[in-house]
């Protein structure tokens, strides 16, 4: 079972006692290519093999999981005395080094002199509680091959900008990440930083995520488009300036160019959600053809009318704010819906169940079957 060696020798990557999202893990997996395309069974996505390796590390008791009896949602835990080994292994085979800077009062360069630098996955670990601010150049200058970095906050806080600095955006690195797969942020204030610079030279980028940081989206370049492989991209940021496709959000405009449906090899999309959306232009999706899971689907905001182009969708996570939006969704899972085997549906201010037209699409959304998810169930008064 070599194939799972690499799958496990990542799980050390993670803090101690930490428990891990399973979802998180797949992507990774994938994005890094530790999933073999020869291991799908007949309508098999790369996403159910993952889900069949970390499976097979669980009944090996390599790895502890608790699966949410509610939906398909699992998490992990890993033993401390499994992790060391990982931690171990890794440096061994030059397969990971973790930087760990949480609370680290000494000056930065002193705390990863130690680290090898010959290594191919760089996890950086930082909370609020950093006395020195980290400059992120500065840890990844000297690293020649790396195909992952990971910027990770174990705070439910932002570190702020002051606490990690791009001085010079990726430009000034693309040289040393052009092997890079995946490059993810967790819960970091890039106000004010020209992050994206460079970020089109990353040819080879197979995952990128802004999941919870306070990023412009507006500064996301257009070129992005010119990810040839790309198959991951989160932009579930948590609080914006400015998406150019213009929404309400947190009440600040957020611009975007609205330019996902040129993204053909996206396979997992994660948009920004918001209770309040004003809409100038509709976000459009059309020419996804091989995207598998849409999550943070607005329908207030994005074309619902796309979702019929999306042939290979097996996961939906829409919010409707209205009932025009109520409706056209409703139509899309009759027409469509059977071949989804999962979607979560959103219900904001919407179907009074006091109405006729409302009792009807409450009785048609609690016979849909692959419906696995309801949220914000009408009340009644």
């Not at 360069?109 to 950086?124: C, E, M, P």
């Not at 791009?166 to 942020?185: D, H, I, M, P, Q």
Request: proline share 3%.
């Amino acid at each position: 079972m070599s194939y799972l060696k690499p799958c496990f020798l990542y799980l050390g990557t993670f803090l101690e006692d930490e428990y891990l999202d399973a979802k998180e893990l797949h992507l990774l997996w994938i994005a890094e290519g530790m999933v073999l395309s020869e291991h799908r069974r007949n309508g098999e996505t790369l996403l159910n093999v993952a889900e069949r390796y970390l499976v097979e590390l669980g009944q090996r008791s390599m790895v502890q999981m608790q699966v949410n009896g509610f939906s398909t949602s699992c998490r992990l835990h890993l033993h401390d005395v499994m992790r060391d080994f990982c931690l171990k292994k890794g440096r061994e085979e030059e397969f990971s080094e973790v930087i760990d800077l949480r609370g680290v009062e000494k000056p930065l360069l002193d705390s990863v002199s130690h680290t090898n630098n010959d290594v191919y996955r760089l996890v950086v670990h930082i909370n609020t509680n950093v006395e020195t601010p980290v400059n992120a150049n500065a840890i990844v200058e000297d690293f020649k091959q790396l195909c992952c970095l990971l910027f990770r906050n174990s705070d439910g806080a932002w570190c702020s900008r002051k606490k990690i600095i791009w001085a010079e955006g990726l430009n000034v690195n693309y040289k040393t990440f052009k092997s890079l797969r995946v490059l993810k942020f967790d819960k970091y204030d890039f106000e004010g930083q020209d992050l994206a610079t460079g970020l089109e030279k990353l040819i080879h980028l197979r995952l990128l995520c802004f999941r919870g940081c306070n990023f412009d989206l507006s500064g996301l370049p257009s070129s992005i488009t010119e990810l040839p492989f790309l198959q991951t991209l989160d932009l579930r940021v948590s609080y914006l300036s400015k998406m150019p496709n213009v929404f309400l959000y947190a009440f600040n405009v957020i611009e975007m160019p609205n330019v996902l449906g040129k993204m053909k090899s996206l396979r997992h999309l994660y948009l920004p959600t918001s209770a309040g959306i004003e809409v100038k232009e509709k976000v459009r999706l059309y020419g996804l053809s091989e995207l598998e899971r849409l999550e943070g689907f607005l329908s207030d905001r994005d074309e619902i009318a796309d979702l019929y182009e999306l042939p290979n969708l097996r996961v939906l996570d829409v919010a409707v704010t209205n009932n025009e939006g109520l409706c056209a969704i409703m139509n899309y899972m009759n027409i469509s819906g059977k071949n989804l085997p999962e979607i979560s549906l959103t219900l904001s201010g919407v179907l009074s169940i006091e109405s006729e037209q409302g009792s009807i699409l409450l009785r048609s959304l609690l016979a849909f079957e692959n419906l696995h998810h309801l949220s914000k169930f009408p009340r009644y008064e």
